[in-house]
Structures are given as structure tokens and as C-alpha cells.
DNA sequence: CCTACCGATCGGTAGG
DNA sequence: CCTACCGATCGGTAGG
């Protein structure tokens, strides 16, 4: 059962700045099949294709990864653990201020989706995970889905917010994130702080928040 | 290049009721098409499979279509022009009363995400279509976000809206309920009309909607 | 609207 | 007896 070291995640370089984006820095072969599922997808990826832009031999990549679907499995773990870390620190530097936490969070996942839009849009391909490897996944983002849920119903407890059923209000702003992978470009208009910082205003009216926080500007 | 007849899109009924869904009346090949389709995607889908299941020869299926992409269009563009079909019924039902013009024409699409899951899933496949393709189908879906984006801003001129930038808060929504494909199943607890008054209620609230009389606790 | 096929390529593994 | 690979090819299947 057990051979040798297939790298599976922990591809994710420590994080002191929740805000902070360094290039992701994949192994090759990852960062080759990562351009390959994005451009066509899991199945329209041919592991020689990831071997050719990777540089290697096919042979190498079954040596390195228990086989292709080792190489979704160790993208989209890699992604969820990024933002997930990434989400608890953006929590904790709001030192239970809900407010805070909340438009740190959201922020947060937005800066994720945009920062990261490659491996973030995988998300659409989970479904052609294998049963098992789903389960850990899935296990992940309701990590997330939990954070964000956590923090709206403390928001309502406060009287902060105003929502009619937190779930379902939560679920669908994480789907509203989401969704920015399907159009951003990092060569539009706008860069991912600009676009975060519109997705936390819309996020608050969403939540009925009372209070509005002071617009933050961007300095250099 | 013109040969026999292609079963392309027109597979919509007319409609008179756009809160009502008749089941899809889908050619027995389109139906197993969009079957396999949810199932293993686009490319990981053969065409052998879709004959199987819809219990007709390979050669069949190039015989009503042009190819397996024509089964994807036929697919996308029927599910895209049935939506529009419906919102623009359900935005003139509202008379240009623009809080049930957006109400409806919300409802109208969570309906949608719901009631035709499968075809409306087929969103993220859209990738796959060649350019030529794409852009018909990408069109169709244009005049679906001008349409709530029209209504929006219409909400906002009229002071019954509150958003920073309609064009962002409306692509925001779109995204909302374009994510319940990804969570909805006919046998969960919630029906197709619960799950869009809530995403309606939360719509609402996102752009701002003065829905019921503001607590006039001091001054604004 | 079927049988019979094609050029090529699929995911994965052999021996060395 | 391990690692890092190679050229060649496995049994089957892809879209057409």
C-alpha cells in the first residue's frame, strides 16, 4: 500500500500576513498539471500533456504521484489549506470584534479567489475526485463554511446583523465568492484588494450589518 | 458542410407561467447527453456512453447532431434561453414596480437553479465550448445580467436601492444563485420555492431594499 | 440508421 | 537494494 514519497499537499509555505500573496510556489509537475486542468479541465488533461509542459518523463510523473488523480487531489488539499489558514489568522487579528471578523474573512476569501484563481477554480472540478479523497475535502471546507457561519450568528446574537436564517445566507455569500474565479482576470481592471473590498461592502448590506466601517484605502 | 437535420436547441416549450416547470421534454439522446454530462463532465464523457444510455447506435448521435460538442450547445443554449424566457416574463408580471420587478426576476432564476439543475449545472462546462459557440451562449447570458442590472440601478435612481456599484452587486448575485446547482437536490429538505423566497429575502437585503419601514431609532 | 472500421491516443506499467 | 529515470509498449478506447 504504502511506496515511497508521493508528494500529496503541504506544498503551502508558512503565513505570517493573511494579506500577503507570494507566487504559489508548486512543484513543477503540479504547476504544470494546474495550468492543464484549468484549461481543459480534469478529464480533457492528458497526464502526458502534464508531462510535456512539466518537462519530465510520463513515468516521472507516476513516480511522484500516486497517479492522476493524485495530482487534483494534491491541488485542490493545497488550496482549501491555503485559504482555510489563511481565514483563522484574518479571524484571530480581529480579536472577536464581529465586524471585524467578519469583513477580515470574507476579504480574505476573496483575496484568495482572485490571488489564486487557478487552483481556486478548481473547485468546479471536486466532483471527479474518488469518494475518498472528496470526503477529506469536502471535511476542509466546511471548515471554512463553518468559520464564516460562526461568525454571522454571532453577528445576529450581538444585533450586529440582521438575517433571516444565517445558513443559508452564509452558504450563499460563499458562493458569491466563489463565483469571482468564473470572470477575474489578473489583467482586468481591477486588482484582487480592489475587488475584495467591494465583495466585503455587498457582503455586509447581505448580512443587514448596522454599522458600516470606515472605507480602507490601499497605501503604498 | 449542411447535412440532414440537426436537432439544435427549441427544445423549450411555450411558456405562459414562468414560476411553473413542466419536466424537461428533452430528446431521448439530449437527455442522456446531459445524464452522462453531470456525471463525468464534458471530456469525461464518450459518445459511446450517451448512445448506451439513450439506447440508440453511436453512429446515431452524429446522425441528429453535428458532434459531441452539438450536444453541449444544444444543452446550454436551450437551458440559457429557457431562464431569460422566464425572467423577462416574470419582470413585466411586475408591471415596473421595481422592488417585485427584482423580487421576481430573483425568484425566477433560484427557480431555475432548482427546478433545472442539470442543465443549469452545465454552467461550468461552458469552458468547453468552441469560441464560436461560446460566444452565442455568452450573448445569451449578457442580456440576462443587463436585465438585473437594469433593475437595479432602476432601484437605485428611485431611492429603493442602496449599493455602492449595481454592477458589481448584481454580478455578485447572479453568482449567489448560480452556486445553489452546486448544493441542491430535489429529495433535501427545502423546495425549489422555499429556497428562492430565501435567496430573495437575502437579494433584498444585498442591494439595500428598503423592504419594510427602516427603524427609525434617530436620524440617518 | 447499422457494421465495420480508421489514425491516434488514452491512463498506466513493463524490464533494465 | 535504493533513487531516479528511460524507450517502448501494454490492453482498451477516443472521436469520427
Same mark, same amino acid.
Given at each position: ?68 488523480? /493524485?495530482?487534483?487531489?494534491? @491541488?485542490? %488539499? ?7 489558514? #489563511? =481565514?483563522? !489568522? ?23 479567489m482572485t490571488h489564486r484563481t487557478a487552483t481556486a477554480g478548481l473547485d468546479s472540478e471536486l466532483r471527479y475526485l474518488e469518494p475518498a479523497n472528496r470526503k477529506k475535502y469536502a471535511a476542509l ?13 454571532? /453577528?445576529?446574537?450581538?444585533? @450586529?446583523? %440582521? ?7 452564509? #452558504? =450563499?455569500? !460563499? ?35 448596522r454599522v458600516r466601517p470606515a472605507p480602507r484605502t490601499h497605501g503604498h
Amino acid at each position: 500500500m504504502n511506496q515511497g514519497e508521493h508528494v500529496t499537499a503541504k506544498t503551502t509555505a508558512r503565513l505570517d500576513d493573511w494579506r500577503s500573496f507570494a507566487p504559489l510556489d508548486l512543484h513543477p509537475i503540479l504547476a504544470a498539471a494546474l495550468d492543464r486542468f484549468r484549461e481543459h479541465g480534469y478529464h480533457g488533461t492528458t497526464v502526458r500533456d502534464v508531462a510535456g509542459r512539466a518537462g519530465v518523463s510520463l513515468p516521472m510523473i507516476y513516480y511522484r504521484f500516486e497517479n492522476k488523480q /493524485g495530482l487534483l487531489v494534491a @491541488l485542490l %488539499e493545497d488550496a482549501m489549506s491555503e485559504v482555510l489558514q #489563511r =481565514a483563522r !489568522l484574518a479571524d484571530a487579528e480581529a480579536e472577536g470584534r464581529v465586524l471585524e471578523r467578519f469583513s477580515n474573512v470574507v476579504e480574505c476569501i476573496v483575496l484568495h479567489m482572485t490571488h489564486r484563481t487557478a487552483t481556486a477554480g478548481l473547485d468546479s472540478e471536486l466532483r471527479y475526485l474518488e469518494p475518498a479523497n472528496r470526503k477529506k475535502y469536502a471535511a476542509l471546507r466546511k471548515e471554512l463554511e463553518e468559520l464564516l457561519l460562526e461568525i454571522v450568528e454571532e /453577528g445576529v446574537a450581538q444585533g @450586529l446583523f %440582521e438575517v433571516d436564517r444565517a445558513p443559508d445566507t452564509s #452558504r =450563499a455569500l !460563499l458562493g458569491m465568492c466563489q463565483a469571482v474565479t468564473g470572470w477575474y482576470h489578473s489583467d482586468g481592471p481591477l486588482t484582487p484588494e480592489e475587488i475584495a473590498d467591494r465583495y466585503v461592502a455587498i457582503s455586509l448590506r447581505t448580512v443587514g450589518a448596522r454599522v458600516r466601517p470606515a472605507p480602507r484605502t490601499h497605501g503604498h
